[in-house]
């Protein structure tokens, strides 16, 4: 699988984009799939997870929760994030990642498919 990530750029404090990881080479529609990201000498955190279904389960860090939305369209092999009210803490490469099963986890250990990341950059 390929995963490939796109939607990220420079937006003003406040701002909305729409990342998008679409997946190629055969379907995700049975893999859960995360949202990472990794700010500049920070670690790798999770952001958002969805189950195999969609509009399934979902789960979102905190610092995300109400501002960030993630969900899945099967038929087009496709994973989305739509993010609202961004900020500057924000700022960061936002990696979609495909889980070995069904379900989601905030552990990254658990994916074994990984786009290339998108750059987000939020000014203030």
């Known amino acids: 699988v390929q995963l490939q990530a ?9 701002g909305s984009l729409r990342l998008s990881c679409a997946a190629s080479g055969r379907t995700i529609s049975n893999n859960g799939m995360g949202w990472f990201r990794r700010a500049p000498d920070k670690e790798r955190e999770f952001v958002a997870g ?4 969609g509009g399934g389960s979902t789960d979102y860090a905190d610092f ?4 960030f939305t993630i969900s899945r369209d099967n038929a087009r092999n496709t ?4 993010m609202n009210s961004l900020k500057p803490e924000d700022t960061a490469v ?8 069904s379900w989601y986890s ?3 250990e658990i994916y074994n498919y990984w786009g290339q990341g998108t750059q987000v950059t939020v000014s203030s």
């Not at 796109?6 to 406040?14: D, I, K």
């Not at 969805?50 to 279904?53: F, P, Q, V």
């Not at 995300?64 to 501002?67: A, W």
Request: charged fraction near 15%; charge should be positive; include cysteine.
């Open 106 to 108: 905030r552990n990254p």
């Open 94 to 101: 936002y990696y979609c990642a495909a889980a070995r099963s």
């Open 6 to 14: 796109s939607g990220g750029g420079l937006v003003q404090t406040g």
């Open 64 to 67: 995300v929760k109400g501002r």
């Open 79 to 82: 994973v989305y994030l739509q």
């Open 50 to 53: 969805i189950t195999w279904r």
